[in-house]
């Protein structure tokens, strides 16, 4: 509660007003949209008290396109201008398209993205996404009210950057600001809570109309991070319904029916499944073409025409589990979405195989869109004042230094947070068995000019030669800003880490003074950064030469080579020692000089190893090898 | 059917009115706006409306008109400090959730 101070009369402020931001979950077969009112996330209902709008749109040679409910009507009259399962097509190019299953529209090429030829033109993925977007932005501003400041909106944890980057255009397209782009796993976790509940691994089970995905998430400092996902792209709610559909035409001995026919027997047994879920028979009632079936259908009877079904959606969660290298006991809390999975046996078997009850409490086809909502008024300022201070995007580069004195940035400036990046460094001397890190923050390239944040060592790697040994390096700001630094050796496992907040301490001012100084130095900095580099490969190559001599130098090269070969040594560190920033050329061409005079050393230098490996083999045992 | 103060609040309200000079007590208010629905407003009142309701609490006269009593009965209003930050704070049994920012409450 905000603590009050006594105004003048009449002039007591007038408390903000609430900006509006909706989260949208983009789905492939239904999208939808919610907003937190009052507190609690609630989905938004169109006129005719429908949350659910079908992911389709038509298109018409004249007059408006029609969406959702409108649309799906059309769909059996016109299939090739009644796009359904445009989230499939998003971001994608022709040669991508999984060709196997025909597409029933026209499929084109436009700028290497895949395309759609309807009577109303040729239409990108983006537009028919857009087209969904601006209806429920239009049913948002219907139900709320007014202006839509801005929207996040939910993307599959798979989707790549052109997938990505696609649905943002098709925002922008739609009107829309995207305030940020969420996974669907992670939204589902937020709507639950579970961003504020302990730190651990958490599984998300989504299985839809038509896809099934499996993400395991790990929650730590307020951050999701998905872990592993998983899934079928042909396994859903879809399936349960054939299975109901092929049951009646077994049992009614129906043989070859119509597609008219089928749609119905479908349609049939989607009302079946349903009733299901709640009670234990159902009468299977269907008026076809030329006779009328009618059948009961009990849950046990269902179950076992499903079992395999449910069976093949526990795959990818063993799957991922071995992933992530996880027992089930490992997993603190398991989520449902998906309308789906409100079947009775999809919950025993997902409860059975973590050995823990699932939540449920949401309606798992709302959930996505409700973290959603969640998650855009944390973003738009309507809720501050529980202790999050959401920085939204990182107001400099972030890195650590690298050999010659380098800034390697690993998080960019203006990067949205919370955020993790991570890249892998090596070694620069054989043998080296430690490293150390310095964490910095700025735009320059030289180490000199940026801020240093912190210090830390690796300790503990195997000797390796120069080159070999791996070491990711994982960036991670948390939601408060707080940065946190991990080094691992990949191949022994040793790590460290270090926590920084690098907000710290920095004013405004200092920020934009440290972004005008990157800017004016721009292009001195770049010659520095040139020649700094030119002095670490001619460093690197010097050692290696030297190492090189010393093992193979008496055995493999003429005393003339070998002092031809030092004087190339000699020259280049002769330049090294009195380069200035202008002797860069000059540099290079020593450097040039002498890796092209040890290249027949080096080729020796291989030939002999290649002997002695071979040598006192029998030629059965080199066979195997080749 | 009562508002009260707490005693530090009624002696903040006495410092206040002393050191502006004038005014007959504080006026507490309900105003539809905000996140949640409804705002406090707290005003010093140099005059009373007909139909406003009179509370007496530690010496202070307290003002509330009939619409927002309706909101305000059985609030308790103290004076806190949180933090950096000092401040009347609004006890209302009536609230059933506040938005985030604090400013506005739903009953």
Redesign the interface.
């Known amino acids: 509660m905000a603590l009050l101070h006594i105004s003048e009369p009449g002039l007591a402020p007038a408390p903000h007003q609430r900006r509006l931001a909706v989260g949208i979950d983009l789905g492939t077969t239904h999208s939808l949209v919610a907003c937190v009112q009052s507190g609690v996330a609630r989905a938004l209902e169109d006129a005719d008290g429908r949350v659910l709008l079908p992911s389709v749109v038509h298109y018409q040679a004249e007059g408006p396109d029609h969406t959702g409910y409108e649309a799906l009507a059309c769909m059996a009259a016109d299939p090739a201008n009644t796009i359904a399962s445009a989230k499939r097509l998003m971001g994608r190019a022709l040669a991508d398209l999984d060709r196997s299953a025909p597409w029933p529209y026209r499929l084109v090429d436009r700028s290497s993205q895949v395309a759609i030829d309807t009577v109303a033109g040729v239409l990108t993925p983006v537009e028919v996404g857009a087209t969904l977007l601006a209806a429920l932005k239009a049913r948002a501003q219907a139900a709320l009210d007014g202006d839509i400041e801005g929207a996040v909106i939910t993307v599959p944890a798979y989707f790549d950057d052109a997938q990505r980057q696609a649905t943002k255009d098709a925002a922008r397209l739609a009107g829309l600001d995207v305030l940020r782009l969420i996974n669907e796993p992670t939204a589902a976790a937020i709507a639950y809570g579970l961003d504020r509940g302990a730190e651990g691994l958490y599984a998300v089970y989504d299985l839809g109309g038509g896809t099934f995905d499996l993400s395991i998430l790990q929650l730590m400092r307020g951050v999701f991070e998905v872990r592993a996902t998983c899934g079928d792209a042909a396994l859903g709610g879809d399936d349960f319904d054939a299975r109901i559909a092929d049951w009646v035409i077994e049992q009614c001995r129906l043989g070859d029916i119509t597609l008219a026919d089928r749609r119905r027997l479908l349609t049939a047994a989607r009302c079946a499944k349903e009733a299901l879920s709640e009670v234990d028979s159902v009468p299977v009632r269907v008026a076809l073409a030329t006779t009328e079936v009618a059948l009961v259908l009990s849950r046990a009877t269902f179950e076992a025409l499903t079992g395999d079904l449910v069976q093949r959606t526990l795959a990818p969660v063993r799957k991922a589990l071995r992933d992530v290298r996880l027992g089930v006991d490992a997993i603190q809390g398991v989520v449902l979405v998906g309308g789906a999975t409100r079947m009775p046996q999809i919950r025993n078997a997902v409860a059975e195989f973590f050995g823990r009850a699932p939540l449920t409490d949401l309606d798992p086809d709302q959930v996505v869109a409700l973290g959603a909502a969640t998650q855009a008024d944390l973003l738009v300022g309507n809720r501050a004042s529980d202790g999050w201070l959401l920085l939204d995007v990182t107001p400099l580069s972030l890195g650590i230094e690298t050999m010659g004195g380098l800034m390697e940035r690993i998080i960019p400036r203006n990067a949205t947070i919370p955020c993790a990046r991570a890249q892998e460094f090596t070694t620069f001397k054989d043998g080296q068995t430690a490293m150390s890190l310095h964490v910095l923050q700025g735009e320059r390239e030289l180490v000199s000019d940026c801020r240093s944040l912190a210090r830390f060592t690796l300790h503990g790697m195997p000797p390796m030669v120069a080159g070999a040994a791996r070491i990711r390096v994982t960036f991670q700001i948390d939601a408060d800003g707080l940065l946190s630094v991990a080094a691992r050796e990949l191949s022994s496992g040793v790590e460290a880490e270090i926590a920084v907040k690098p907000s710290y301490g920095l004013g405004d001012d200092e920020i934009t003074r440290m972004l005008a100084d990157s800017q004016q130095a721009a292009a001195e900095d770049m010659q520095q950064r040139m020649l700094r580099e030119a002095e670490v490969d001619a460093r690197r190559l010097l050692d290696a030469t030297e190492a090189a001599l010393a093992e193979d130098g008496e055995a493999l090269l003429a005393p003339p080579e070998r002092a031809h070969l030092r004087e190339l040594m000699y020259r280049l560190a002769e330049t090294l020692e009195t380069c200035g920033p202008d002797d860069l050329a000059e540099l290079k061409r020593a450097t040039d000089a002498l890796n092209r005079g040890s290249t027949e050393f080096a080729g020796r230098r291989m030939d002999a190893s290649v002997r002695r490996a071979m040598t006192g083999q029998r030629v059965s045992a080199l066979e195997g090898l080749f | 059917m009562t508002v009260t103060l707490t005693e530090r609040a009624a002696q903040r309200?006495q410092n206040?009115l002393a050191k502006r000079g004038k005014g007959i007590g504080?006026?507490l208010?309900v105003?539809t706006?905000?996140?949640?629905?409804l705002?406090?407003?707290?005003?010093?009142?140099?005059q009373a409306a007909d139909d406003d309701l009179h509370f007496d609490s530690h010496g202070v006269t307290l003002l509330v008109d009939p619409k927002s009593h309706a909101y305000l009965d059985g609030t308790v209003l103290d004076f806190?400090r949180?933090g950096l930050?000092?401040?009347?704070?609004?006890d209302n049994p009536n609230a059933k959730?506040?938005?985030?920012?604090?400013?506005?409450f739903?009953v």
Do not use: H, I, R, T
């Open positions: 309200v206040f504080l006026k208010a105003k706006s905000g996140c949640s629905g705002a406090y407003a707290l005003e010093f009142a140099d806190v949180e930050n000092e401040g009347f704070k609004f959730g506040a938005c985030g920012c604090g400013e506005s739903a």
